[in-house]
């Protein structure tokens, strides 16, 4: 009975670890916005939990901040300064679905709040 639990542990958590590790890689990021589309190469490593990588919107790299990911979940900050002043900030959610993650962005910017959805897909 023991070496059977031990088994199912061993199975599960290989499980939740080799779905996390398919974000590895990189990834063409794209959303609309107020300001037109936005896309960017990006690079996403897990490392158990953790969630790190870099968005290149060409010739400017934003790095993934306080990222996480759980199952096929994945949450980050990404900073950019504004061109008029101060810090936009996103707060990034999406979903791991094989080889593409669709997702929505929250951010605020002059008091109004905004929700944009957002996609990646690997590049192969």
Same mark, same amino acid.
């Not at 670890?17 to 974000?23: D, M, N």
């Given at each position: 009975m023991?070496?059977? #639990?031990?088994?199912? #542990?061993?199975? *599960?958590? +290989? =499980? *939740?670890?080799? +779905? &996390? =590790?398919? *974000?590895?890689?990189?990834?063409?990021? =794209? $959303?609309? %916005? &107020? $300001?037109? &589309? *936005? %896309? +960017?190469?990006v690079t996403l490593k897990a490392e158990g939990n953790k969630l790190t990588g870099t968005f290149d919107l060409g010739g400017r790299t934003l790095a993934v901040e306080d990222g996480s990911i759980d199952g096929n979940i994945l949450k980050f900050v990404l900073r950019r300064d504004r061109p008029t002043g101060g810090v936009m900030v996103y707060d990034m959610a999406g979903k791991l679905d094989g080889d593409t993650i669709a997702g929505t962005a929250r951010a605020s910017m002059d008091g109004q709040e905004f929700e944009l959805p957002w996609s990646m897909s690997r590049v192969k």
């Open positions: 023991r070496n059977l #639990v031990i088994i199912a #542990v061993l199975s *599960v958590a +290989a =499980a *939740v670890g080799s +779905a &996390q =590790a398919s *974000v590895d890689g990189n990834w063409n990021f =794209a $959303m609309d %916005s &107020q $300001m037109g &589309q *936005v %896309s +960017a190469r």
